[in-house]
């Protein structure tokens, strides 16, 4: 069954609140000592450019989240890619 835009809004919103509250607390950090480090999916590549951890206890199981992307339309412009990346962490909150 699909979800409703409400209840997916209701959830974007308990995300918001959830992550505001750990940061408020400052429980996130970002891991920097595998940024760089390449990982493979399917045979393909991808590198670590940001990794998020939490403090203390969670309230379950602990989740990982990992996005590949490829950026075939930005190439290999630096600009394009930190740009890219920043806007990914305005996203985190979502995830």
């Known amino acids: 069954m699909a ?3 409400g209840s997916i809004a209701k959830l974007a919103g308990l995300s918001v609140i959830r992550f505001s509250r750990l940061v408020m607390v400052r ?3 970002r891991r ?4 760089g480090e390449l990982y493979w999916v399917d045979r393909e590549p991808y ?3 940001r990794e998020t951890v ?3 206890k969670t309230s379950g199981n602990s989740n990982v989240l990992v ?3 490829r950026l075939q339309l930005l190439r290999s412009h ?3 890619h930190w740009m890219f990346q920043r806007l990914c962490i305005l996203t985190t909150p979502f995830w």
Do not use: K, N, Y
């Open 32 to 35: 920097r000592d595998r940024v």
């Open 78 to 80: 630096p600009l394009l």
């Open 47 to 49: 590198e670590v450019f």
């Open 67 to 69: 996005a590949g992307f």
């Open 54 to 56: 939490c403090d203390g």
């Open 27 to 29: 429980s996130l950090h």
């Open 3 to 5: 979800a409703s835009w």
